[in-house]
């Protein structure tokens, strides 16, 4: 009996050790999180970074934690940032003040070689090389690239920022150029100048589209002076059309009675002279109140009323 007693208090201390190792032994990595197994005593590391879950190591083992989501690098006045703004001076020797703010992401895949670059201090790598890289960019400019090509300037410094985390084993995935601060003096004078280009560009504003109006009443008095010629040269065509169709009509006319003048002829043998006479005295009696009078002999025609 004693012995039964004994082999079941030593399965239940198995069992409680089992759970305790297994216990001590568990560590998670959270979802935004890489997991990079770490030995206490040897101070070891894995060959790999571990995705979001709950994994069984020895009791000597954790993981040390490094971000998965993205991480922002702020240089500006806002609180709970990691520096100030940066000054630098520009291509012409001008001091420049420049708030910018960027995102980073480390490569999964090269987390171990961070670790034997940086240990767990990374970011504190990634802020001094971001403020060399700006403040190495930021000097390549001359002021008036500062208020005429903002956008490339801060592409520039997004490229260079990207190529020299990733000797750091991270990716620069964005770049905002927060604030340029210029000497007050020549702001005045940017201002100033862009003023007097604005003015510069409305007097040439205006000289177009005075330009484009003088054109356009060319153009007006052009369009009414070929709408005239058109009308006349419509109304002579017309008058012309008009003509031709009455001589035409009138030609047709005399034709046709040439025609019947030859079948009367024909039909009544008249002779020429007896034909005018008929032709004569038909055109008279068309006439109104057309008088005839004949005597014995022939006949004297009396025309009046």
Known sequence: MEKETLTILGILFFIIFIIIYLLISMDVVEPLEYGLPYNKFTKNIGKEAYENGRYILNP?????????????????DNKNVESTPLQTRTGEGLSVILSVSFQYQLIKENIPDLYNLANIYFHSTYVRISRDVILKVGGMFNATDYWMNRVKIAEIMKQTMDKELLKAYGHC???????????????????????????????KFEQSAELIRQNSSVIISEAEQKIRITNATGLAEAS??????????????INAENKMYKIAMDELNLTQEELLNYIYIDSLMNQNKAKLLFDVNGFILNYGK
Not at 62 to 76: A, D, G, R
Not at 240 to 253: D, G, P, S, V, Y
């Open 240 to 253: 012309r059309i008009k003509a031709f169709a009455k001589a035409n009509a009138l030609n047709n006319t």
């Open 173 to 203: 995935v964005s770049l905002q150029l927060l604030k340029i601060e210029l000497p007050k003096t020549y702001e005045d004078s940017i201002v100033q100048t862009q003023v007097e280009i604005q003015k510069i560009n409305m007097r």
């Open 60 to 76: 000597f083992k954790s993981f040390l934690k490094y971000p998965k989501n993205l991480v922002t690098i702020e240089f500006s």
